[in-house]
């Protein structure tokens, strides 16, 4: 069994930052990870990706934290990271943290619980 558990999450103001964190632990079993990613969701919204890392540590970001947001991940410790600058009321969500992981198979998707990160003015 894989879990991702993320952490890091909180209340800041505007203009603030935050970094959350997610790593990947099996018990019991090796597993590979593919594409790490962070996703949020807001009240009463979808889910929305955020920003995505792969193996190589290439990554993309969603327009709306592209220049203030920065995802990375060490693939030793099987943990991604999301690095919040500059955040804005807009922002608060539940983060969720996403990989598909190789632990039979078949690649999956697997999801963390989710942080909430709240920005006031």
């Known amino acids: 069994q894989v879990q991702l558990v993320e952490s890091g999450g909180g209340s800041v103001q505007a203009g603030g930052s935050l970094t959350l964190s997610c790593v990947a632990s099996g018990t019991r079993i090796n597993f590979s990870i593919d594409t790490m990613a962070w996703y949020r969701q807001a009240p009463g919204e979808q889910r929305e990706l955020v920003a995505t890392v792969s193996p190589g540590r290439t990554t993309s970001y969603a327009d709306s934290v592209k220049g203030r947001f920065t995802i990375s991940r060490n693939n030793a410790e099987n943990t991604v990271y999301l690095r919040m600058n500059s955040l804005k009321p807009q922002d608060t969500a539940v983060y969720y943290c996403?990989?598909?992981?190789?632990?039979?198979?078949?690649?999956?998707?697997?999801w963390g619980k989710g942080t909430l990160v709240t920005v006031s003015t």
């Open positions: 996403y990989a598909e992981i190789l632990a039979g198979p078949r690649w999956a998707d697997y």
